[in-house]
């Protein structure tokens, strides 16, 4: 069985296109994981009709085309936590290896507070791993960082805009030591305008002499 167990950003800026991202693939057979391009990926779709988990096809006068694509859970492989996770919380945390595939949930099922520790799901954030649904948000998701996970500018892109009249998610970055890496989280939150309409303080919860840094140095 062959499946996706990744996406990778291709840039920095941003561009919410699928074919901005290199796609990581997985041979069961083998354990081999082996990185391509969205030309390939739908050349290996589309052209060879091979069928890869977490690629959804279309098809329109006999011409197949890729409809969506989003990392799926490693096989075989998923903790205690991840369960209890997606049947309290009703969202969906995929791993592969170290790695934070993806963060899926839809907001009509999220009828509490949800907080992610991510350093409990792995180590390492890999790009694009928001996919949220529901146009009403009773409840936003709370992401706690701290120095125990890795994540980068990409981490926490979307294929689709996460402003909303409701605030979506919002970043628990109070235990980063390091300002370098707390800086990361404040220009995506600029960059994707999350804080429209928001105070920061809701989106970026961090301690009270970094918030007031930060927003003179980026948002002034």
């Known amino acids: 069985m062959l499946y996706i167990s990744r996406i990778i ?35 290996i779709c589309s052209d060879l009709f091979m069928s890869i988990e977490g690629v959804t096809v279309d098809g329109i006068d006999g011409i197949v085309y890729i409809d969506f694509v989003k990392p799926v859970q490693e096989p075989g492989v998923s903790t205690d936590l991840q369960t209890k996770t997606q049947m309290l919380k009703r969202v969906t945390v995929t791993t592969y290896k ?36 529901g146009a009403k948000i009773e409840h936003p998701i709370t992401i706690i960082l701290d120095d125990n996970v890795s994540f980068g500018p990409c981490s926490f892109k979307t294929f689709e805009p996460l402003m909303t009249s ?55």
């Open 9 to 43: 950003d291709t840039q920095v800026q941003n561009v919410s296109s699928d074919t901005y991202c290199n796609y990581a693939i997985v041979d069961t057979d083998d354990g081999v994981e082996e990185v391509v391009d969205w030309n390939t990926l739908c050349y």
């Open 98 to 133: 170290s790695y934070i595939t993806s963060i899926r949930c839809n907001f009509f099922d999220v009828t509490t507070p949800v907080s992610l520790r991510l350093s409990d799901f792995g180590k390492i954030c890999a790009d694009r791993l928001f996919y949220f649904r």
């Open 166 to 220: 409701d605030l979506a998610v919002s970043f628990d970055i109070r235990e980063i030591t390091r300002d370098s890496v707390a800086e990361i989280i404040y220009k995506f939150v600029r960059e994707n305008d999350l804080y429209d309409g928001h105070p920061l303080e809701t989106v970026v919860i961090d301690r009270e002499d970094r918030l007031w840094y930060m927003s003179q140095r980026i948002f002034d």
